[in-house]
């Protein structure tokens, strides 16, 4: 499919951040020009998915779509029991509503939004460990996303074993930029869980791209350039000459429950599942499921979107596909660092994460200076980001992060180009900013940047 976008002017730019009240969640997509907000099921469907809904099968229960998708699951991850949900976060209601009580401690490399959200709704208490580092964009690291098995031990010395019943590994971290995690790490989370007797869970949404970053052998230009080192070694030891397929199933070994929203890596706009190993947690996950998102065989997806969901976690690992979508990623990343802007190296696989604080360092983290960066940003240029720092995640600590999220299949690198040239026009007059201050938000603070309405205030 292709869409028409256009670039309004600056003048209905403007007026249209006025009307957002600077915050990007409340523009509409025909005022932005290239769009990157989220990689969620923004991303073009291929021929051969179109082709596959036109044959999806309607039935209420045990339709010919869900056992095509069942078989891709299995196929992809190696797990036998599929549960379909309408999107990531209604799997993880499904799982997480299933497996959690109160008092239970979750540990996870780090939680994404909905994921410690669900987690917190059954009265669980979320606990991330990433490695030393995650959040420093002057960090060098191959697998930075990786599970910090040194802190999840601190844990469970101060909270005891008996209430972390499940650990979680997500793949790749996207709250610590987007970057992945290596085989080994998974395999030493894994013997973590069960040395504490606790359940080994993997937030997958984003497999196949973890599974080229560990398969990958050359590093980008920019950070070869800057590390000084040859472009020929492999990220993880003898990984390089193993098929993507093989690497990205390899990922999911020693997991006992998976959850994937389809809107990443599944390459689907709407969609996600839980995959069990063992037919008794399964069988608990589908009485669950029946309640909130429909029967076990559909889970929330009309049979034409499971049968597209099928397709697309197959072309996900193809090669020529995943190489072009991490190359793109890496390709907007090194524009930014050949313009000096503070951006993490090697960049993550489905978006490139600015640190805004170290750009607009005259605004403080509670002016909200990346915030205020994503909405210059779309003055300058009409392209849309996403702030991750004080504004979505307050009183967190974390760096002031802007996200510049690529859709899957979409921009070309003339798009990349334009975007490029607008963070680095928006950097070039750092001095020149207020910060911004909230004026309406709504009653549940972690829901603060989808609605929240700013206004500018001197920083
Ligand atoms: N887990 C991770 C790691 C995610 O990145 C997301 C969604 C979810 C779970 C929830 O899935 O949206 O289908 O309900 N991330 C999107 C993003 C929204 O922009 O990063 P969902």
Known sequence: MVEPIHLPSRADRSAALERAGHNVFNLDSEDVFVDLLTDSGTGTMSTAQWAAMFEGDEAYAGSRSFHDLREAVEDVTGLPHTIPAHQGRGAENALYGTLLSEGDVVLNNTHFDTTRAHVANQGAEAVDCPVEGAWDHDSEGEFLGNFSIEKAWDVVDEVGADRVTVVVSTITNNSAAGQPVSLENLRETAQFAR????????????????????????????????????????????????????????????????????????????????????????????????????????????GRDLAAMAVGLREAVEPPYVADRVGQVAYLGDLLADADLPVFQPTGG??????????????????????????????????????????????????????????????????????????????????????LEVVTEPPMPELRHFSARLRSVPA
């Not at 093989?246 to 689907?268: C, H, N, P, T, Y």
């Not at 360092?361 to 720092?389: H, K, M, N, W």
């Not at 798009?415 to 026009?425: F, K, N, T």
């Open 195 to 302: 040395d504490i007797d606790a359940l080994f869970v993997l937030d997958a949404c984003r497999f196949a791209e973890n599974a080229y970053f560990i398969h990958e052998a050359e590093r980008s230009e920019a950070s070869e350039r800057a590390s000084g080192e040859t472009a020929s070694r492999e990220r993880e030891a003898g990984q390089h000459d193993r098929p993507l397929a093989e690497i990205a199933r390899a990922q999911f070994d020693d997991a006992d429950a998976v959850v994937v929203s389809g809107k990443k890596d599944g390459l689907v706009n709407i969609g996600g599942f839980v995959a069990c190993r063992e037919e008794s947690l399964a069988d608990r996950v589908k009485a669950r499921t029946t309640l909130y998102e429909g029967f076990p065989t559909y889970g929330g997806m009309a």
């Open 350 to 435: 489905h978006a490139v994460y600015l640190d805004a604080g170290a750009v607009l360092t005259d605004i403080p983290a509670e002016r909200f200076p990346a915030q205020r960066f994503v909405c210059e940003l779309y003055r300058e240029s009409g392209v849309r980001a996403v702030e991750l720092g004080e504004f979505a995640f307050p009183g967190a600590g974390r760096p002031q992060l802007v996200r510049l999220a690529l859709p899957r299949r979409t921009y070309t690198r003339e798009h990349l180009d334009h975007v490029a040239d607008g963070v680095a026009a928006v950097a070039d007059r750092a001095g020149e900013y207020e910060g």
